[in-house]
């Protein structure tokens, strides 16, 4: 019992909300700015307790809006700034994610997803909010979406997302469901040291010479915080490499292309999928965050019945991996897509494989998740 | 080894604690445990309960499909929260909260302990009635060892309320071994 008691030190046993508020400040977050709302309120409050022991600060603003400008504010002054909240806040929050992109803060955003639309079910979950994480805001914009399923996935793929949105320079969502949020589980969090922290390539001339959007070393620029040194521009309108605004086509095409680029042309860096039981699979199935957690029982009571099915599960949801997606499907006869919503992903599946392919939508609304047997009846149905 | 538990009660009964503590229990004997409350709107006096997974490996799918144990301290939640429950499931109610039906005693391996009545005359304080109501789990159960929750509830309770705690819990533990006693 000694063993067992030793290791039960380490172990937490945090809602899943926590686990990503506690892997925020693991990664650096000094800077949080949020409005209260269900199912996500738990990542505030912890912030709350914990980032002022850091030296961090803690806000909490007027409204969602208000919340993401501070977060940008506070991005471009320097530092780490988190923010969180569920789909009828991000709807709020969107015209200034869409700053965000334009002026390249670097910051995390977190949906803790419910059912919807409009204020829809408070306490209930729901993955309704994949398409508006890629396209909620207006415009051409890169999108990187990180969607974990598992307490260690949440810590990691938080502190993942502080990486990505240091080293690319813009705000990178990460998507949970209520299922997640509110889930207690044991998990040993990483221990300093044996994680990756990454800060932003900073500029290192002198302040005078400092132009916020130049960017001879590659697709992005570096930055020198707000108040140290150089005073420079920031707008949502396009603008040229000085930061003041510019309707020059082709300066505009250089700025949106190079905004592209920051996700195209780092394919490798972001994208990362988990295979479940694929090497041998017959049936594949394309699933996420917690509903991928019910296919991978249903997978294996589908193998108790000779049935060989296997997934392959993004961890980033966005950009979409549609190669990895049609490569998958060409070792599987049928493609199953469970997802908790009416139907989103599977059109990013539908557009990555061969139009012939079999595919099977699983879905579901109304606040209790997609459970394991309803997954296998679809398993059984292509079989 | 796969085991499904729901604690359900009205709110601030301090049901989600008793779940808390049966999952630390289980990782302290080295199982995997996993938890989900279920809110409602109201922060005392609704329905509520507490799902708790126990597995021998990672729990995958964190919600419930065939539960082991249920238990009930109020009709309400009874009403609401019988749902996914095994043929001859563990549930244990109490019976001068719970209205339950014939055909319940006879689907399920029903259990009736006065929980509150038992916390008002053993302890004379309502607040234990989540720690009572936990020992009578683990006696009818064995999910998880007497010692191991007694070491969890140590930790969770809060200052100074850890020996009225134990006590409760060994209330609840000793009344529930003793209806098994009678009961086989």
């Known amino acids: 019992m000694s063993d067992a008691n030793e290791s039960m030190r380490d172990v937490k046993f945090w809602p899943g909300n926590v686990v990503i508020a506690e892997a925020a400040a693991a990664a650096g977050c000094d800077f949080f700015a949020g409005y209260p709302i269900t199912p996500s309120s738990e990542i505030a409050a912890h912030m709350a307790a914990i980032l002022p022991k850091k030296g961090g600060h803690f806000i909490q603003m007027e409204d969602e809006i208000g919340a993401m400008g501070a977060v940008i504010g506070a991005s471009l002054a320097g530092a780490k700034a988190l923010t969180a909240t569920s789909g009828p806040g991000l709807s709020l929050k969107l015209e200034n994610l869409g700053f965000g992109y334009m002026v390249e803060a670097p910051c995390v955003i977190v949906n803790v997803m419910r059912g919807g639309p409009s204020t829809g079910l408070p306490t209930h979950p729901a993955q309704a909010d994949v398409m508006q994480a890629r396209w909620g805001t207006h415009g051409d914009h890169p999108t990187i979406a990180l969607v974990p399923a598992f307490h260690h996935e949440m810590y990691t793929e938080t502190i993942r997302a502080f990486n990505l949105a240091e080293q690319l320079r813009m705000p990178v969502l990460v998507l949970i469901d209520e299922v997640l949020g509110h889930l207690s589980d044991g998990m040993v969090p990483p221990k300093p040291g044996e994680f990756e922290i990454v800060n932003r390539p900073m500029w290192d001339g002198k302040p005078e010479d400092y132009q916020p959007y130049f960017d001879d070393k590659g697709d992005v620029p570096p930055f020198l915080p707000y108040f140290e040194g150089a005073q420079w521009h920031t707008t949502g309108l396009n603008h040229d490499e000085t930061g003041f605004p510019t309707t020059n086509p082709e300066l505009v095409t250089k700025q949106m292309h190079r905004l592209m680029r920051k996700v195209t042309g780092n394919r490798e860096l972001i994208d990362s999928i988990d295979y479940y039981e694929a090497d041998d699979a017959e049936i594949g199935i394309v699933s996420f965050g917690s509903t991928a957690r019910a296919a991978m029982v249903a997978i294996k009571k589908a193998r108790e019945k000779g049935i060989k099915v296997g997934m392959l599960r993004p961890l980033t949801i966005w950009p979409f991996p549609n190669k990895q997606v049609e490569e998958f499907s060409k070792k599987v006869k049928a493609l199953i897509v469970p997802e908790f919503n009416l139907g989103q992903i599977v059109y990013e599946v539908e557009r990555s494989v061969h139009s012939d392919m079999v595919i099977k939508r699983i879905n579901k609304v109304g606040g209790v998740p997609i459970n394991p047997n309803e997954i296998l009846a679809g398993i059984e149905e292509v079989a | ?184």
């Open chain 2, 1 to 184: 080894m796969h085991f499904e538990a729901r604690f359900s009660a009205v709110g601030g009964q301090g049901i989600i604690l008793a779940g808390t503590i049966l999952a630390d229990a289980a990782h302290i004997l080295g199982m995997h445990a996993a938890g989900s409350p279920t809110y409602t709107a109201q922060v005392r006096g609704g329905p509520t309960k507490v799902d708790v997974i126990i597995d021998s490996e990672m729990v995958l799918y964190p919600r419930t499909t065939e539960i082991d144990f249920f238990l009930s301290l109020a009709t309400d939640s009874y009403k609401r929260f019988a749902t996914d429950l095994k043929p001859g499931c563990v549930v244990l109610v109490d019976p001068n909260m719970v209205e339950f039906s014939k055909e319940d005693e006879e689907k399920y391996n029903l259990y009736q302990v006065p929980v509150l009545d038992l916390t008002q005359k053993e302890l004379g304080r309502m607040v234990y009635t989540s720690a009572v109501s936990l020992g009578t789990m683990v006696a009818l159960t064995d999910i998880v060892t007497e010692e191991a929750t007694k070491e969890a509830l140590k930790k969770r309770a809060p200052k100074g309320t850890e020996m009225y705690n134990l006590k409760a819990f060994q209330v609840g533990y000793d009344y529930a071994s003793e209806l098994l006693v009678k009961k086989a």
